[in-house]
């Protein structure tokens, strides 16, 4: 009886923070799709160094959009030698909760020398500095609310607990 108690107890608690871990993967599923940015002015558009002369054609600027977020930096791409006057859209590769982001990074990829042209901190669909507006597309996917989960201190503690139980349960076998 008192057996049968105990795994009614672990059962419950197992239950329960299924249910935290569901709802908690919930709230945190919504991921960066893409970032289009704009420039709106004041002021001129950062241009290309040119040389001597040398790379007049390639004067317009080339644009990278970095995302550091929790894990690191994810680098979206360079377009070379485009304005951003009527927008330019950068597709996010990776599954990064919009809620993990610490700034979004617009840099004037130069050859020499790479300048950061606005630095902008996540906090609605649109976001504007240096001139320039973000605007943040995101949408919801359980695969970004698992691994928002699964990066916390809490998700790394249940995925250990959970390899651990595996390998006694099957070391049990072995050895029952």
Sequence with gaps: MKR???TLTAASVVGVLALVFLV????????????????????????????????????????????????????????LNRSAAEGITFTVADDISISRVQELVLVEDDKLQDDTVARVQPSGETISAGGYRFDVTTSRSFKVGLDWFFSTEVG????????????????????A
């Excluded at 420039?39 to 160094?49: K, L, S, T």
């Excluded at 790394?156 to 050895?175: D, E, P």
């Design 4 to 6: 049968k108690k105990l």
């Design 24 to 79: 908690l993967s919930a709230i945190n599923s919504e991921g960066i799709d893409s970032v289009t940015v704009t420039f709106v002015g004041p002021g001129d558009e950062v241009r290309d160094n040119v040389v001597l002369g040398i790379g007049k054609e390639d004067e317009r600027p080339d644009y990278r959009l970095d995302i550091v977020h929790g894990q690191g930096r994810h680098r979206c791409g360079t377009v």
């Design 156 to 175: 790394k503690a249940i995925s250990l607990g959970i390899t651990i139980g595996i390998v006694v349960v099957i070391l049990a076998m072995f050895f």
